[in-house]
Nanobody, 121 residues
Framework: QGRVVESGGGLVQAGGSLRLSCVAS????????MGWYRQAPGKQRELVAS???????NYADFVKGRFTISRDNAKNTVYLQMNSLKPEDTAVYYC???????????????WGQGTQVTVSS
């Protein structure tokens, strides 16, 4: 069974930066899609950024130009560099990973436990 662990969250002031890391482990056949989501109190979980195996990226409008997603396929790790943080970025950030269940393409998804990001005014 695949496992996903996030790290790098913390408390920063507005305008500051954080770098989140997400490590996928327990994979026999590797991983495909890796993405970052966030959920603020009282709100639905929303996509922040995602990246495919080939490196194609997708960003939510509210982070475009401020956040950068990247991955290290050899380490099965995805990163989220967050710059120019705003108080409205405060949320629990979750990593989602699509694992390959077979060598021929069957997959399953695993969520991490989340890491708290708090941006003060």
């Amino acid at each position: 069974q695949g496992r996903v662990v996030e790290s790098g969250g913390g408390l920063v002031q507005a305008g500051g930066s954080l770098r989140l890391s997400c490590v996928a482990s327990g994979s026999v056949f590797g991983v495909n899609f890796m993405g970052w989501y966030r959920q603020a109190p009282g709100k639905q979980r929303e996509l922040v950024a995602s990246i495919t195996t080939g490196g194609s990226t997708n960003y939510a409008d509210f982070v475009k130009g401020r956040f950068t997603i990247s991955r290290d396929n050899a380490k099965n790790t995805v990163y989220l560099q967050m710059n120019s943080l705003k108080p409205e970025d405060t949320a629990v950030y979750y990593c989602n990973v699509e694992f390959r269940a077979t060598a021929w393409g069957r997959t399953y998804n695993i969520w991490g436990q989340g890491t708290q990001v708090t941006v003060s005014s």
